[in-house]
């Protein structure tokens, strides 16, 4: 103790000058300590979860059904991912459209090629539980790693060869082709005539008379015959 009090006296005329501040400090100090103990000791001190919205459409980041971990049985569950607002998984009732979870996911991004969506994702179509869709960026399509699908066209042009291949159209009727304006797909549906002669006869254009088929050789005699009766000007 003497040595201690030998010690602190050359510091006692500064200590009582500075005892406000000295005390302000150990206060600080001790208050500090104590708040640090406290945060680790409360086992609530965790904030709660997000929960995700799977009544309606989808309004901002939210915890996904796979972290939910269970899963109403009475509903599917569908990813989506890729150039939409909000990819996530949710869940629907089975009989959703993929309108319907599209809606859920905030809609398509800015970063979405909108043209090909519209031409090749069928809106209406069910989706099914466990399903993923992926909406691709512009940068999908522009790289090549989404070709655009020629269903469409397939399609469409049984629908439009169909109405021209019709025999009685061809032969029987009173409808005549113009070797000046038709199309190359209704030049073909005359009796012997194929692609290479179509392009012949679009490329002799115009003509004056039928029988410039023959002058101009596009096509031989026998050819001419059979569709002379079927052609005009």
């Known amino acids: 103790m003497e040595y201690i009090q030998k010690f602190i006296e050359p510091y006692l005329p500064s200590i009582k000058k500075y005892i ?24 609530k001190a965790s904030t709660a979860p997000a929960t995700t919205d799977v009544a309606g459409a989808a309004t901002g980041p939210t915890t996904t059904l796979l972290d939910n ?10 990813e989506v991912s890729g150039a ?31 043209l090909y969506v519209a031409r090749n994702y ?7 539980d466990q399903e993923k869709i992926y909406i691709p960026y512009t940068w999908d399509i522009i790289d090549g790693t989404f070709v655009e699908q020629t269903r469409i066209l397939e399609y469409l042009n049984p629908l439009y060869s169909q109405q021209l291949s019709n025999s009685t159209i061809k032969q029987s009727s009173n409808l005549k ?6 199309s190359s797909m209704e030049l073909e549906t005359l009796t012997g005539i194929g ?9 002799n254009r115009p003509y004056v008379g039928i029988d410039e088929l023959i002058s101009k050789k596009v096509m031989n005699q026998s050819t001419f015959t059979n569709i002379k009766n079927n052609i005009e000007l």
Do not use: C
């Not at 971990?69 to 569908?78: E, F, M, S």
């Open 20 to 43: 406000i501040e000295i005390i302000l400090i150990f206060l600080a100090v001790i208050i500090t300590i104590i708040s640090l103990i406290s945060s680790k000791v409360d086992p």
């Open 69 to 78: 971990k269970k899963l109403d049985p009475g509903k599917i569950a569908v």
């Open 84 to 114: 939409v607002m909000f990819p996530d998984v949710y869940e629907v009732t089975p009989g959703a459209r993929l309108k319907d979870i599209l809606e859920k996911a905030g809609g398509l991004s800015n970063l979405a090629d909108d």
């Open 122 to 128: 069928n809106l209406a179509k069910f989706v099914g």
């Open 177 to 182: 082709l113009s070797i000046n304006t038709a």
């Open 195 to 203: 692609p290479v002669t179509a392009q012949k006869i679009i490329e």
